[in-house]
């Protein structure tokens, strides 16, 4: 099979210059320690309305169109930075989570959620265990530490 037979097909809007300057922002704010990243994030969805799931969705095809990297395997931790940034710039933010898996095969994960459902995800959400999440008020309902303590990079996936 090939990548063109396994990629999604690049929409209309797909790949214009916020999309790619927020893919680029992803990447670098990936190498990033998790209780770094989670202020970050949390700074910029200060003042954000919460994004429905259609418009998350949008941004998230838009995203794995434009960058094989995100759309790949182990793309998870910069593809949800991206989509999440992608939104901001339309004043909108989902929930960007960063976990584990909690079925076989167990592994760090991050992704985002809007109205309460996974977005692009193929695990279901019970399959998943948030241990950081941002809403868009910038805060994180279920902070269970920062992951500032210089043992490990957190959740890559």
């Known amino acids: 099979m090939t990548t063109e037979m396994t990629m999604p097909r690049r929409?209309?809007?797909?790949?214009?210059?916020?999309?790619?300057?927020?893919?680029?922002?992803?990447?670098?704010?990936?190498?990033?320690?998790?209780?770094?990243?989670?202020?970050?994030l949390a700074g910029c969805a200060r003042g954000a309305r919460p994004a429905s799931y259609a418009e998350t969705l949008e941004v998230w095809e838009a995203v794995v169109t434009t960058s094989r990297r995100c759309a790949g395997r182990y793309g998870c931790l910069p593809r949800s930075v991206a989509v999440a940034l992608a939104c901001r710039m339309s004043g909108v933010w989902p929930d960007w989570?960063?976990?584990?898996?909690?079925?076989?095969?167990?592994?760090?994960?991050?992704?985002?959620?809007?109205?309460?459902?996974?977005?692009?995800?193929?695990?279901?959400?019970?399959?998943?265990?948030?241990?950081?999440?941002?809403?868009?008020?910038?805060?994180?309902?279920?902070?269970?530490?920062?992951?500032?303590?210089?043992?490990?990079?957190?959740?890559?996936?």
């Open 11 to 40: 929409g209309a809007g797909a790949g214009g210059l916020r999309l790619r300057t927020a893919i680029a922002a992803a990447f670098v704010l990936a190498r990033l320690k998790p209780g770094r990243l989670r202020r970050v």
């Open 97 to 157: 989570c960063a976990g584990v898996r909690a079925a076989p095969p167990f592994s760090p994960h991050a992704w985002v959620q809007a109205g309460g459902r996974t977005v692009g995800e193929q695990a279901e959400p019970a399959d998943l265990r948030p241990l950081m999440v941002v809403t868009a008020d910038g805060g994180d309902p279920g902070e269970h530490g920062d992951g500032d303590d210089g043992g490990g990079r957190g959740p890559r996936a």
